[in-house]
């Protein structure tokens, strides 16, 4: 058969399939790639919403820039253009370094309890994994009303228990952001489900060699299963870290938008969203909406990079194979 046959047909099935995803590729150029260079040119506008936008070269820019290096020299962060948005950021990076780690450990060696042969081990999975599907406004609701310090339940039991007197939580600013960290583990139950998919992956022929060597309980767990875990670990983490900084529901349901007490927990898209559709500076927080996509793109190769070092494959380092 002539070859010239063989690659039209190729050819034929190439143009069907793209006939079928051009409704998706329509929506993404649209829908996706098209409001981001919108973002992209308003970065360097000024636009209200109302008005058409206006040319300002890079006046977003050097209001989030102006006067950082003066402001690091003499530790006065009212030399700073805009000091809201470095509070902003500052406030989404401790949550990510508190919250992030946690959120990690807790759904590792909960699925690392859950892929042992207990008593209804399915009903227990699912307990745990129905938090992390529930809305977050009612989420954010539910905890709102347990951290009260005044009507809410948690304090009389910290009380009852302790015999300490509860803290402020969400109304207190050293507590405010350590309390959302709490809530987030409610959730941990997502990445405890992919955590469980990968534990059920490890061969169980490494358990037993490692036991006919003699390794117990511990070492078994150090050197087989945190080993065969780093790639699904990585997975959680590259997601994990990408969701933290578009941190948003929650905090704008408890405070109501304002990201209080004192902006201690003004979020940085809460004030990305204050921006846009508060104050109606639209071109200002389509700056900070790419700024944020730097800081998130940057960090995501930082983690990528790093995976040659932590992440096997096989039992071998990516970048040694």
Known sequence: ???????????????????????????????????????????????????????????????????????L??????KLGDPIFWQSLKVTLTYAVMGLPLGLIAGFFLAVLLNQKIPFVNLWRTIYFLPSVIAGVAVALLWGRIFNPKVGILNPIIEAVLHVKGPGWLADPQWAVP????????????????YL??????????????????????????HITVPMMTPVIFYNL???????????????VI?????????????????????????????YAATMAWILFIIVLVLTLLVFRSSDIWVYYEGSLRGRE
């Open 255 to 283: 405070t109501n938008g304002e990201g209080g007490p004192v902006r201690s927990t003004l979020f940085y898209n809460l004030y990305l969203y204050q921006n846009a559709f508060r104050y109606n500076h639209m071109g």
């Open 238 to 252: 590259v997601l994990g870290m990408i969701g933290t900084f578009q941190y948003f529901t929650e905090v704008y």
């Open 197 to 222: 998919a990968g534990l059920q992956g490890v061969p169980t022929d490494f358990y037993d060699a490692a036991k006919v060597d003699g390794a117990n309980l511990l070492q078994r767990f150090r």
């Open 1 to 71: 058969m002539p070859k010239i046959f063989h690659l039209s047909i190729r050819r034929r099935e190439a143009l069907t399939g793209y006939l079928y995803i051009t409704p998706w590729i329509i929506g993404f150029l649209i829908f996706t790639i098209g409001p981001m260079f919108a973002s992209l040119y308003y970065s360097f506008t000024n636009y209200d919403i109302v008005s058409p936008p206006v040319w300002n070269n890079f006046a977003n820019y050097k209001r989030v820039f102006s006067g950082v290096f003066q402001a």
């Open 73 to 78: 020299i003499s530790q006065d962060s009212s």
């Open 179 to 194: 309390s959302l960290v709490i809530m987030g583990l409610w959730g941990v139950g997502g990445g405890m489900i992919i």
